[in-house]
């Protein structure tokens, strides 16, 4: 198996993939949690599509599964990749 798979886990069980994407990430200056969670501009970078659609997606119960506690949405890190990776893709 190599270090590039991504049923590769590192530490708490967290795959390899998604610690590699985290660090990308906060290494552009994009904030991620200590839980994985990211933002709306965040999840659309990774995709790649606008924020706008992402906002459209929610309205129409389609996309990557989000979480809204209160006015602003959240995405988990891992929710994404798994999300690009079962190639539901910009419709």
Do not use: N
Request: aromatic letters at 8%; charged letters at 25%; one cysteine or more.
């Amino acid at each position: 198996m190599s270090s590039r798979d991504e049923s590769t886990s590192i530490g708490s069980g967290t795959p390899a993939c998604i610690v590699e994407v985290r660090q990308r990430l906060e290494a552009e200056g994009h904030y991620v949690t200590i839980d994985g969670r990211i933002t709306e501009q965040t999840a659309a970078s990774i995709i790649p599509c606008p924020a706008s659609r992402l906002r459209r997606w929610r309205q129409e119960g389609k996309g990557p599964r989000f979480y809204q506690p209160a006015k602003t949405p959240w995405y988990y890190l891992g929710d994404v990749l798994a999300w690009i990776q079962q190639g539901e893709g910009l419709r």
